[in-house]
């Protein structure tokens, strides 16, 4: 799959939201226990902007099928070099890679956008995020313990997080070695 991404437009939040809640059952994604509305998701749409928190979807078919965000961390002036990313994908194109090519894009174009560091919010439970995103050098820089209830199972939020100026340097280090 060679996925091609777009910034989104107010026309994709219905698909948005579509795969966003259609990861809630799996109590491994989000914290929501019931689908979300468009309406109740407009604000957090129009805080995005692709000059600064873009929030982008794959489509495939005319079909959106992915998406992914950048989202500020505690919203305070002092943060502005760090984002939260997260990446939802419709259950026909889990499993193929996308998330990994979504997440490559995202810290490759991180740096335009004044970005630094990059963090995943992630329930420990969750494995294939937790390997996604150590596969790219995230380390987990806390735990939250037992702060989800779900379906009565109180879950961990691990906060993984990765420095890019560390990945450049190390991506510079390797390059010279050759």
């Known amino acids: 799959?060679?996925?091609?991404?777009?910034?989104?437009?107010l026309d994709d939040l219905p698909a948005i939201v579509a795969i966003y809640n259609s990861t809630i059952a799996s109590r491994l994604v989000t914290a929501?226990?019931?689908p979300v509305t468009v309406e109740s998701r407009l604000a957090w749409f129009q805080a995005h902007s692709p000059q600064s928190r873009p929030l982008w979807v794959v489509e495939e078919s005319g079909d959106v099928i992915a998406w992914l965000s950048f989202?500020?961390?505690?919203?305070?002036?002092?943060?502005?070099?760090?984002?939260?990313v997260s990446i939802y994908l419709d259950e026909r194109a889990r499993g193929k890679g996308l998330g990994k090519k979504l997440l490559r894009e995202a810290l490759d174009r991180a740096p335009s956008l004044n970005v630094d560091t990059v963090l995943g919010f992630v329930f420990g439970h969750n494995a294939a995020s937790m390997k996604l995103f150590a596969g790219f050098g995230f380390e987990a820089w806390g735990t939250l313990p037992r702060v989800a209830v779900l379906d009565g199972v109180e879950r961990d939020?691990?906060?993984?997080?990765l420095r890019l100026d560390g990945q450049r340097a190390a991506s510079q280090a390797m390059q010279g070695m050759h």
């Open 157 to 161: 939020l691990v906060i993984l997080g």
């Open 71 to 84: 989202s500020d961390f505690y919203g305070r002036p002092a943060y502005a070099r760090t984002v939260e």
């Open 32 to 34: 929501d226990l019931d």
């Open 1 to 9: 799959m060679n996925p091609s991404y777009r910034d989104a437009t």
